[in-house]
T-cell receptor
Framework: SQQGEEDPQALSIQEGENATMNCSYK?????LQWYRQNSGRGLVHLIL?????REKHSGRLRVTLDTSKKSSSLLITASRAADTASYFC????????????FGKGTKLSVKP | NAGVTQTPKFRVLKTGQSMTLLCAQD?????MYWYRQDPGMGLRLIHY???????AKGEVPDGYNVSRLKKQNFLLGLESAAPSQTSVYFC???????????FGQGTRLTVV
């Protein structure tokens, strides 16, 4: 099994700026998912990108996937204070394996 | 449609006491998971289940047991609580590997 590794560990920006966080992994994947966790709450699913997709949008979120570099990026445009949270990528283990593994995440702080 | 519900939300235990955390989902999901999250850390998988009657060990299974007697419920047991098990516990469920996971609101457990 493998987990994604998010980078940077922490990111602090001003409201209105864009935030970019990255996820790297080691072996081939079928898809990759991004989640958000507000302080003390459960994770919330943001977006899924499949291995045959290079880019996907959802509102102010843009996710890219580069399978040759084994990396994905999550871009949040025009950030808001409410975007302050930790962000995690998840690499599904595939097949009959059921373990859902997360890395340490990127802690984003958006200052008003 | 409640999603994923964890019971209780808060609990204080004395060292050596036992307790069971209940996770219930109403989405007919096959897969269920238990995690713990310590301050400044990501989620660590304790145990998971890929269907009724099945369980498997995750990253940090020692000191915990689980049961999945009914598809909608996943129980996490602590037989003899230790201070090192002070943490926030999250339950999640999903249709399967590579699909969106839904999380409960968490259980804050303190062992004194």
């Amino acid at each position: 099994s493998q987990q994604g590794e998010e980078d940077p560990q922490a990111l602090s920006i001003q409201e209105g700026e864009n935030a970019t966080m990255n996820c790297s992994y080691k072996t081939s994947i079928n898809n990759l998912q991004w989640y958000r966790q507000n302080s003390g709450r459960g994770l919330v699913h943001l977006i899924l990108i499949r291995s045959n997709e290079r880019e996907k949008h959802s509102g102010r979120l843009r996710v890219t996937l580069d399978t040759s570099k084994k990396s994905s990026s999550l871009l949040i445009t025009a950030s808001r204070a409410a975007d302050t949270a930790s962000y995690f990528c998840e690499i599904p283990q595939g097949g009959s394996q059921g373990n859902l593994i997360f890395g340490k995440g990127t802690k984003l702080s958006v200052k008003p | 449609n409640a999603g994923v519900t964890q019971t209780p939300k808060f609990r204080v235990l004395k060292t050596g006491q036992s307790m069971t955390l209940l996770c219930a989902q109403d989405m007919n999901h096959e897969y269920m998971y238990w995690y713990r999250q310590d301050p400044g850390m990501g989620l660590r998988l304790i145990h998971y289940s890929v269907g009724e009657g099945t369980t498997a060990k995750g990253e940090v299974p020692d000191g915990y047991n689980v049961s999945r007697l009914k598809k909608q419920n996943f129980l996490l047991g602590l037989e003899s609580a230790a201070p090192s098990q002070t943490s926030v516990y999250f339950c999640a469920s999903s249709y399967g590997s590579g699909t969106e996971a839904f999380f409960g609101q968490g259980t804050r457990l303190t062992v004194v």
